[in-house]
């Protein structure tokens, strides 16, 4: 962690292991505006960034297809084949499923052993302040 960054982190940690009312919420709301506006700038840095890595590719692209696969000291360049990749359409496959269950229940079954859910953790979301009218 940055060193500035982990010493707004300690500060802030040390303010929400307070008691309420010996808890400064001025300080925590202002360090918590200065790490939105931090974030917002490295997003914007991230941007700049990502575009820029995006014409360095193109040109990198434009190189492999008249070069072909070719190793350089910084790495090798190439294109990889086209391919196709399958996806299904989970609420239409559940929808069949369970009108297959009357009629065909061994096969409505063998469709949802298919089934497999991943769970997700909940995770921290950042949005844009709302514009002012």
Do not use: C
Request: glycine share 6%; charged share 30%; net charge negative.
């Amino acid at each position: 962690m940055d060193g500035y960054i982990k010493v707004m982190y300690e500060s802030l940690k040390t303010q929400f292991e307070l008691a309420g009312e010996d808890r400064d919420i001025i300080f925590v709301r202002q360090n918590v505006e200065k790490l939105l506006r931090l974030y917002r700038d490295a997003e914007d840095q991230v941007k700049h960034f990502e575009e820029w890595k995006g014409e360095i590719r193109e040109v990198l692209s434009l190189a492999a297809t008249h070069m072909g696969k070719t190793e350089f000291e910084g790495g090798t360049i190439s294109i990889s084949s086209p391919s196709k990749r399958p996806s299904y359409d989970t609420n239409a496959l559940d929808e069949l499923s369970l009108s297959l269950i009357a009629t065909h229940p061994d096969i409505a079954t063998l469709i949802q052993n298919t089934r497999k859910i991943t769970e997700v953790a909940g995770s921290l979301r950042i949005e844009k302040p709302k514009e002012k009218k």
